[in-house]
């Protein structure tokens, strides 16, 4: 079963410009993770915030996580043609992740 | 430091056939995970290992799915026979502890 529900679905921007996405989730957990995915490649692991923090950043990422509402955002500031790929948040409740379907991000220059 | 290797990253077999791929995580990760990735969805789990024994393997159908882990290191997915809905990438991760999971390239099965 999904957990994660990202939101929208796709989004397309010009270069430079920010993009947000969101997460949302069901269940109660430790940690919260995104994932980037390239066409036909592996998942690379972007960034991971715990459940006691509310925000964190690393180089152009911010992530946020509100618990009480069980959702998270992804924010890519100034983006790049490199960053069109899709995304995806997971939920770590202990075990295995379990993922949403993705945003698909395409960054046009 | 090595990443997640699998192999095959390409088969393509006609239904009712059987397909394997190999994993082999990074070393020193004592959790193994298998996912199938159906296109335009997330993965999803299809089993986990904790050294050689099964965490969890509630979503592996095991009528046609199997997977073991030999010696706790490098572990191997077998579908026998496949249907056309296992088209899919089975992506194969690892992970250290609580830290986050490392993926492999994957492997595209396409089943006609």
């Known amino acids: 079963s999904q957990q994660g529900e990202e939101d929208p679905q796709a989004l397309s921007i010009q270069e430079g410009e920010n993009a947000t996405m969101n997460c949302s989730y069901k269940t109660s957990i430790n940690n919260l993770q995104w994932y980037r995915q390239n066409s036909g490649r592996g998942l690379v692991h972007l960034i991971l915030i715990r459940s006691n923090e509310r925000e964190k950043h690393s180089g152009r990422l911010r992530v946020t996580l509100d618990t009480s509402k069980k959702s998270s955002s992804l924010l890519i500031t100034a983006s790049r043609a490199a960053d069109t790929a899709s995304y995806f948040c997971a939920t770590d409740a202990g075990t295995a992740l379990i993922f949403g379907k993705g945003t698909t991000l395409s960054v046009s220059s | 430091e090595a990443g997640v290797a699998q192999s095959p990253r390409y088969k393509i077999i006609e239904k009712r056939q059987s397909v394997a791929f190999w994993c082999n995580p990074i070393?020193?990760?004592?959790?193994l995970y298998w996912y199938q990735q159906i296109l335009g969805q997330g993965p999803k789990l299809l089993i986990q290992f904790q050294n050689n024994g099964v965490v969890d393997d509630s979503q592996l159908p095991k009528d046609r799915f199997s997977a073991e882990r030999l010696k706790g290191v490098d572990s191997t997915l077998k579908i026998q026979p496949a249907k056309l809905e296992d088209s899919a990438v089975y992506l194969c991760?690892?992970?250290?502890?609580?830290?986050?999971?490392?993926f492999g390239p994957g492997t595209r099965l396409t089943v006609t």
């Open positions: 070393s020193g990760h004592a959790t």
């Open positions: 991760a690892s992970r250290y502890a609580s830290y986050e999971q490392y």
